[in-house]
């Protein structure tokens, strides 16, 4: 077996990784992952130590750049309201969960009524459905915590289970009943059937000719939850200048950078930076008085 392993052809290792239709960045990654397997089997003595025992150490080109311009669209908190105006129990209850507590879609759909921790506000990560599997354990040991749960969304939450006929506590909170309860829905349909509709209908998005695009025709690459959700929570807790600590605290991240990471920058106050600068640069008479961000379009 090992000699099957360390006999693969570099370059038909590379014609296989392009044969994936994925962005470079991805396909970076899947390199990255087999690599590492690699590298634990020779750790295990399974197969020769050296490098030129691991093939993937020999796959190179941009086409593996793990580099990428993407950039997450994170939505005003008003065009969150509109999105979620345009959801119906229970997606809408699912959607307001993700958007106020910044749980990962895979974290909210793993969870069961006895998650919830109705008299201490809280509600506690132990599972997460990915892939139509439900998987024992969170993304990573922070993120398997206790979430806070303002007492306003646990009384949506209520109000919802006293309307699915999945309401046991070991019932999933957001379940499929095609399959009668067993599993819960699954993210990517509810993405495409509910939450894009909801964004287009809107106005956040638009899509033509298959282009989706936000209101400064910037193409959005992806939407769905995480938008919703992560990108758009941490951005408007540090716009409204939450202790960042706070916002770290809520988005479960182990690092600063990360949170700052999904904190993005909105033009209005980029521009109200920038009129800042300008204010100190243009000669007296060419100033202006300072306008509030919010007026800025």
């Known amino acids: 077996a090992d000699s099957g392993a360390i006999n693969i052809d570099p370059p038909k290792l590379k014609a296989w990784f392009l044969g994936f239709d994925v962005e470079s960045s991805t396909r970076g990654k899947y390199k990255s992952v087999m690599s590492g397997v690699y590298s634990w ?7 020769p130590r050296g490098e030129q025992f691991n093939p993937c150490r020999y796959v190179r080109g941009r086409e593996f750049s793990q580099v990428t311009d993407y950039e997450a669209l994170a939505l005003e908190i008003e065009d969150t309201f509109k999105v979620l105006s345009e959801l119906r129990q229970p997606e809408y209850e699912l959607a307001l969960l993700v958007a106020t507590c910044g749980l990962r879609i895979s974290e909210a759909l793993g969870l069961k009524w006895r998650n919830i921790l109705w008299d201490r506000g809280l509600i506690a990560i132990r599972e997460t459905f990915v892939h139509l599997n439900i ?15 303002p007492q306003l969304l646990l009384d949506v939450l209520a109000a919802w289970r006293r309307e699915t006929m999945y309401a046991e506590d070991d019932d999933f909170v957001f379940p499929s009943e ?7 829905r699954s993210g990517s349909q ?37 938008n919703l959700g992560r990108h758009s929570l941490a951005t408007f807790l540090m716009d409204e200048q939450e202790n960042p600590a706070v916002v770290q605290a809520i988005m479960r991240h182990a690092k600063m950078d990360m949170t700052l990471y999904y904190s993005h920058s909105r033009r209005k106050a980029k521009r109200a ?18 306008r509030e961000p919010e007026t800025i379009q």
Do not use: W
């Open 190 to 226: 509810l993405v495409e059937d509910y939450i894009r509709p909801a964004a287009i209908a809107a106005g956040v998005i638009t899509v033509e000719n298959g282009v989706t695009s936000d209101r400064d025709g910037e193409v959005v690459k992806r939407f769905g939850f995480h």
């Open 135 to 149: 998987q024992d354990g969170a993304k990573t040991k922070l993120s398997r915590s206790r979430v806070e749960a």
């Open 273 to 290: 930076a920038q009129e800042k600068v300008l204010q100190r640069l243009l000669p007296e008479e060419m100033r202006v008085p300072m």
């Open 41 to 47: 089997g020779q750790c295990e003595g399974l197969i």
């Open 178 to 184: 095609k399959l009668n309860g067993e599993q819960p």
